[in-house]
């Protein structure tokens, strides 16, 4: 309350109660900027966050999408290289199919001799 001595003086309440707005304006003024400044603080920190896992992720695909492709060359190659065994394996046999058959035929030709023996029980 004003005293009772002031009550005459109209300047001085009004004076007074210009400079309490103020210091509470000031005050006001002061903690809502404190506020924004952790507000803006704790967004940073939250981009720098989701930055950061959307990197990690990112990397993680692309590191995922590397071993992928190293692995589906060595199972081309060796794919290949199974073809190309396989390949060598039917020549073979083919070879050895021929080879046989000419035996057989020389044989049933007569071009071979063949033996006779004769075993005996004592």
């Known amino acids: ?13 009004a004076e007074r109660k210009q400079k309490s707005d103020v210091i509470r304006v000031d005050k006001k003024i002061r ?3 404190k506020k924004r400044a952790l507000e803006h603080k704790k967004f940073v920190a939250s981009m720098v966050l989701m930055f950061s896992a959307f990197t990690t992720g990112f990397s993680a695909l692309v590191f995922g999408q590397v071993k992928l492709t190293e692995a589906t060359d060595k199972v081309e ?6 073809n190309q065994y396989k390949s060598l394996r ?3 046999s083919m070879q050895r199919i ?13 071009n071979q001799k063949i033996e006779i023996v004769h075993i005996s029980k004592k």
């Open 77 to 82: 190659k060796a794919t290949k290289e199974l």
């Open 90 to 92: 039917t020549q073979l």
């Open 98 to 110: 021929s080879q046989n058959s000419s035996d057989f035929c020389d044989g049933a030709r007569g």
């Open 31 to 33: 903690e809502l900027k």
């Open 1 to 13: 309350m004003i005293n009772r001595n002031e009550a005459y003086n109209f300047q001085l309440p």
